[in-house]
Nanobody, 122 residues
Framework: VQLQASGGGLVQAGGSLRLSCAAS????????VVWFRQLPGKEREVVIG????????YFGDSVKGRFTISRDNAKNTVYLQMNSLKPEDTAVYYC????????????????WGQGTLVTVSS
């Protein structure tokens, strides 16, 4: 499956963005999907995941109450809705797909999107 991440951009603090992870080649509903992000100068970290049946997993508290993940199986796409954005959310965001969606181990995810840059200005 090929993943295409999109939707990044420049937004002011407090604003919102919706990232998309569109799949081609295979049905994305057969996979768990997670969003990782890589902050400037930091290692990549997993943020949130969605299982094949639509259950969400948050990794840590930094985005709880602000980010939500959803999937539209008809469009073969997973979305990351980001609200109340903060400057510390500035990062390159990657979507990844695998059998699971509840692990932070990158080796669990077989397919990766190319990344989309989110910049939050203060």
């Amino acid at each position: 499956v090929q993943l295409q991440a999109s939707g990044g951009g420049l937004v002011q603090a407090g604003g919102s963005l919706r990232l998309s992870c569109a799949a081609s080649g295979r049905t994305l509903s057969s996979y768990g999907v997670v969003w990782f992000r890589q902050l400037p100068g930091k290692e990549r970290e997993v943020v949130i995941g969605i299982s094949r049946n639509g259950g969400s997993t948050y990794f840590g508290d930094s985005v709880k109450g602000r980010f939500t993940i959803s999937r539209d199986n008809a469009k073969n796409t997973v979305y990351l809705q980001m609200n109340s954005l903060k400057p510390e959310d500035t990062a390159v965001y990657y979507c990844a797909a695998g059998h699971w969606s509840t692990t932070s181990d990158e080796r669990a995810y077989d397919y990766w999107g190319q990344g989309t840059l989110v910049t939050v200005s203060s």
